[in-house]
């Protein structure tokens, strides 16, 4: 096998070796259990608004929502927690938000046909106001310790936030691969016109895909209120391109149709490997930005041209 089908076949798995070895090697305590745990789950935040997104992106959307949306349920719950409202109940509330807030989304898409980019653009500002308005600009924080285990406890030694991961992980991987939404999903994403001919309620698909982004979202935002006790009201601004980044990273084509949980997954956790092994060597913030753009660019342009590259191949055969 030549060298350069090796490297198109097999980059992903040679870039995480030399990204492990590279930091194992210059970093130290990279490879430590308790580091390789806390990377993990910081990830978590990521990979949570990655599951949502890459449905959404396989039935040919983008939500530019999550953002907001993390920042507007998580202070609808931390309010309703500090006014003495049991934490079910409050997370419930900003769940509940998240939900509705994402099939808002499916119905201007679906129904109005505005195009995605438009309207989760615009829902997400409308969220990212509303997280303002609700407490002034301020932050919130001093919630009970049982919200706080959420984001920060662990049993047998592995935070909860990473069993949290793992549950929607293997949720949203039966739910693509092993179900008959799964497959209307990734059908509505290939051929649209050929869906509707054959009777497929597209509408439904929409108002699920985004409604279940916007759940993800939420739980995301609540969880991430829950690991810094505190909720910002713009601290969920970086988490939508860093989603995006991780599904495509992970192989989740732009054009539709193709793409797998499990990979936006790992490409999550490139993300947060990434940003860890520049926090350890001691990088200033502004300039881990600038790094770790133009790595996750690169890795962005190999991938997609060599998916082209195989697309091309296939056309011809």
Known sequence: ????????????????????????????????????????????????VAYGMTMVIIVKGIDLAVGGMMSCCAMISGLLMLRGWPVILAVGVGLGTGIL???FNGMMVQKLEVPAFITTLVVGQVAGGFALVLNNG????????????????????????????????????????????????YALGGNDTVVKQQGINAAKINYFVFAFSGFCAAV????????????????????????????????????????????????????????????????????????????????VAVSTYSRQRELERARVF
């Open 138 to 185: 301020r932050s919130i924080g001093g919630f009970s310790p049982g919200y706080v285990f959420i984001g920060n406890g662990s049993f047998l030694g592995i935070p909860i936030s990473n069993y949290i991961t793992v549950v929607f992980v293997i949720f949203c991987t039966i739910l693509m691969g092993r179900t008959r939404l799964g497959t209307y999903i």
């Open 1 to 48: 096998m030549q060298i350069k089908t090796v490297l198109k076949r097999y980059w992903f798995p040679l870039f995480m070796a030399v990204l492990f070895l590279g930091g194992g090697a210059f970093v130290p305590n990279f490879l430590s259990p308790r580091n390789l745990l806390n990377v993990v789950r910081q990830s978590s935040i990521i990979s949570l």
């Open 220 to 299: 995301a935002g609540i969880l991430l209120s829950a690991q810094l006790d505190t909720v910002h009201p713009t601290q969920g601004g970086n988490y939508q391109l860093d989603a995006v980044a991780a599904c495509v990273i992970g192989g989740v084509s732009m054009a539709g149709g193709e793409g797998k949980i499990y990979m936006s997954l790992v490409g999550a956790l490139i993300i947060g490997f990434l940003r860890n092994v520049l926090n350890l060597l001691g990088m200033h913030p502004f300039y881990q930005n600038i790094i770790v753009g133009v790595i996750l660019i690169l890795i």
């Open 101 to 103: 807030m994402g099939a």
